[in-house]
């Protein structure tokens, strides 16, 4: 099983300041998915990248793809409260084509 | 916009039942899919089911669990004897297709059951 590795574990910011937070594997991944989740519900998908240096943006989050495709990066720009929540980096197993591996997420809180 | 949804969004049993967590995938999907995630813990794979049968299973869906399609909608996962280390949020998932390189490996859940044994 490829792993995914996600830093920080937790991160607490002011409103208004940017961050990144990062999803690293030594293996390599065809895709790269980044899910929200709150407490209690389900991971919502927010991002796949699935070319090797790949940009996208939603509003004021950048994702971005590694050229090796074994590392990608969420940042946001201004955080707002509203972006307040667990984000999660998942990947196709490769030796198991349709199973998602799911890193263990950042934890972000946005204080107003 | 289409959505998957579970139900009950809770459900409470006494260890040794049985317990069937209903899933109605997104409705022109062709992969479906479950998950755990164990308070605290990472989010983890289950099982996946294409035209009727599992495609891929993990070494946590044992003997105990079972998965059906029962009709044209809902997407069932079956725990029998259910063990207190079994209390998770199970989510039940769908895709469009799975190819690779393909926007449509995408894989949109539902909101969860949570699954209390005592």
């Known amino acids: 099983t490829q792993l995914l590795e996600q830093s920080p574990q937790f991160l607490s910011i002011q409103e208004g300041e940017n961050l990144t937070v990062y999803c690293n594997s030594s293996s390599v991944f065809s895709s790269l998915q980044w899910y929200r989740q709150e407490p209690g519900e389900g991971p919502v998908l927010l991002v796949t990248v699935v070319t090797g240096g790949e940009v996208k943006k939603l509003k004021r989050l950048t994702f971005q793809f590694g050229d090796a495709r074994k590392d990608s990066s969420l940042h946001i720009t201004a955080a707002q409260p509203g972006d307040t929540g667990l984000y999660l980096c998942a990947g196709p197993d490769n030796n198991a084509g349709n199973m998602l591996t799911f890193g263990g997420g950042t934890r972000l809180m946005v204080k107003p | 916009e289409p959505e998957v949804t579970q139900t009950p969004s809770h459900q409470v049993t006494q260890m040794g039942q049985e317990v069937i967590l209903r899933c109605v995938p997104i409705s022109n999907h062709l992969y479906f899919y479950w998950y755990r995630q164990i308070l605290g813990q990472k989010v983890e794979f289950l099982v996946s089911?294409?035209?009727?049968?599992?495609?891929?299973k993990s070494e946590i869906f044992d003997d105990q669990f079972s998965v059906e399609r029962p009709d044209g909608s809902n997407f069932t996962l079956k725990i029998r004897s259910t063990k207190l280390e079994d209390s998770a949020m199970y989510f039940c998932?769908?895709?469009?297709?799975?190819?690779?390189?393909?926007?449509?490996?995408?894989?949109?859940f539902g909101p969860g059951t949570r699954l209390t044994v005592l």
């Open positions: 089911f294409y035209n009727n049968e599992i495609s891929e």
């Open positions: 998932a769908s895709s469009e297709a799975w190819t690779d390189h393909s926007s449509y490996n995408e894989q949109f």
